[in-house]
């Protein structure tokens, strides 16, 4: 079944916005909530302030749901002259659909757990049951579904995409040429599930992510000057 053309109009307004929106939330997210300690200060901070970050996580997943809008436009609009990349809207799809479960997991399941370890009547084999499972799932979800499966289909999408922007003829090279940098760089976040990599890395890697973003909504801005 072929996915239903997606307006080019509503393609470049999605490719402005939701990078912008989702660079905004990673910098408001990483300045109120920290993941890198002890479970039980994540979980009684979450708890104090579930509201704004459980709130951030379910926008972050509803954009994941967004995000596949704009997957299926940039099939409509490269798929008929590039055969490969209906297999990467394919592996697009699919990420955006593991990364929005995993991000959902913080509105409802951390929310539970947070709620049920910080309760005065819980006992210590409670909270620790809590604390299991936390660790399970965000070891699963977090760095085995999203970290590792929802990267790899993420850098694959991101590489046909990229590939056949830069092959294609209605868009200048520059524009196909920065989109091959990016996903170069974005794949190193990638190495960190394969064991200690140097500092230089991961900054590369983020230096990656950001120029995804800007490079999606240069794409956003080109396709809206030529429709």
Request: hydrophobic share 55%; with cysteine; proline share 5%.
């Amino acid at each position: 079944m072929t996915p239903r053309p997606v307006p080019f109009k509503l393609l470049g307004i999605l490719l402005i916005i939701v990078p912008l929106l989702t660079g905004i939330l990673v910098l408001t997210l990483a300045a109120i909530f920290d993941t890198d300690v002890p479970t039980d200060a994540l979980l009684t901070y979450f708890y104090a302030n579930q509201s704004i970050i459980s709130s951030l996580f379910y926008i972050f997943a509803l954009i994941n749901i967004v995000h596949i809008v704009i997957v299926i436009g940039l099939h409509g609009l490269l798929a008929p002259k590039h055969a490969y990349v209906t297999i990467c809207t394919v592996f697009g799809i699919l990420c955006n659909l593991l990364f929005s479960i995993q991000n959902i997991q913080w509105r409802f399941l951390v929310t539970h757990l947070a709620n049920v370890f910080v309760d005065p009547t819980s006992s210590p084999q409670l909270k620790e049951t809590m604390i299991g499972i936390f660790d399970s799932s965000y070891a699963y979800l977090g760095f085995g579904v999203e970290g590792n499966l929802g990267l790899l289909l993420m850098f694959l999408w991101l590489c046909g995409i990229a590939i056949a922007v830069l092959r294609d003829t209605h868009f200048p090279k520059w524009l196909g040429v920065l989109g091959c940098i990016s996903t170069a760089m974005f794949v190193l976040n990638y190495l960190e599930f394969l064991g200690p990599q140097p500092p230089f890395v991961a900054t590369a890697g983020t230096i990656g992510n950001n120029l995804i973003n800007i490079w999606q909504l240069l794409l956003g801005v080109f396709i809206l000057r030529q429709e």
